[in-house]
C-alpha cells in the first residue's frame, strides 16, 4: 500500500518568510500529486496539484515534483499569518482513491 | 454551487451507542470518499464508492463500521457499538470522474465518545 510521509510535522515561521513543506511516497507509479489546506476547525481544501515532473507556480504557492526520488514539496513565498493551517499532501495513483500524509501544522508569526 | 453537506457537526456518545453520519455530495460528482481524522493528524480513507458500488472498504472496521450509498448520490455512514477510540472527525468528500485530482471536503462531524 502507498506510503506517504510529511515533514517537519510542525512548523514556526516569522511573516514573510520562505516556507518549505515536504512529502515523500512509495510507489513511483503514482499520476497526481497533490497539497491540500486546512485550517483550524475547516473542512481540508485543495490548493494546488501537478501530474509531471518540474515545478508549477501559483501566486505565492509553487510545488516541485521529482518523481524518481519520490519527493514533491511546496513552498510558500511571503508566508502571511492566515497561511497558518494543517497542510496535507496527497497522492494519488489514477484512480481517485488518494492517500494522505499525517499533516504539517504551520504556524506564521506576525 | 452547493458544496458537500454533512450532518450532524457534532455528536457526543457513551461507548457502546451507535450512531449514523450523512453526507449529500456536490450534485453530479460519482465518487464519494468517508475519512476518519483523529486531531491533529491527517485524513485516513475509510471506504469510497463509485455511485452506488463500494470500490475500497479494505480500512472499515466491518464488525462496527458500516456505510452505503443506496442510489448513488447520498450516502450514510454507521458506528454500531462506538468506542472511544473512534473519538475523531469524519469526513466526506466527493469528486468528479473527470477530475481525478481534486477532492471537495464537507464540514465534517466531529464525533466525542466517552
Known amino acids: 500500500q502507498q506510503k506517504v510521509q510529511q515533514s517537519p510535522e510542525s512548523l514556526i515561521v516569522p511573516e514573510g518568510a520562505m516556507t518549505s513543506l515536504n512529502c515523500t511516497f512509495s510507489d513511483s507509479a503514482s499520476q497526481y500529486f497533490a497539497w491540500y489546506r486546512q485550517h483550524s476547525g475547516k473542512a481540508p481544501k485543495a490548493l494546488m496539484s501537478?501530474?509531471?515532473?518540474g515545478e508549477k507556480e501559483e501566486g505565492r504557492f509553487t510545488i516541485h515534483l521529482n518523481k524518481a526520488s519520490l519527493h514533491f514539496s511546496l513552498h510558500i513565498r511571503d508566508s502571511q499569518p492566515s497561511d497558518s493551517a494543517l497542510y496535507l499532501c496527497a497522492v494519488i495513483p489514477g484512480y481517485q482513491n488518494f492517500y494522505f500524509g499525517k499533516g504539517t501544522s504551520l504556524t506564521v508569526i506576525p | 454551487e452547493a458544496g458537500v453537506t454533512q450532518s450532524p457537526r457534532y455528536a457526543v456518545l457513551q461507548e457502546g451507542q451507535a450512531v449514523s453520519f450523512w453526507c449529500d455530495p456536490i450534485s453530479g460528482h460519482d465518487t464519494l470518499y468517508w475519512y476518519q481524522q483523529p486531531r491533529d493528524q491527517g485524513p485516513q480513507l475509510l471506504v469510497y464508492f463509485r455511485d452506488e458500488a463500494v470500490i475500497d472498504n479494505s480500512q472499515l472496521p466491518s464488525d462496527r463500521f458500516s456505510a452505503v450509498r443506496p442510489k448513488g448520490t447520498n450516502s450514510t455512514l454507521k458506528i454500531q457499538s462506538a468506542k472511544q477510540g473512534d473519538t475523531a472527525t469524519y469526513l466526506c468528500?466527493?469528486?468528479?470522474?473527470?477530475?481525478?485530482?481534486?477532492?471537495?471536503f464537507g464540514p465534517g462531524t466531529r464525533l466525542l465518545v466517552l
Open positions: 468528500a466527493s469528486s468528479f470522474d473527470r477530475d481525478q485530482d481534486t477532492q471537495y
Open positions: 501537478i501530474f509531471s515532473n
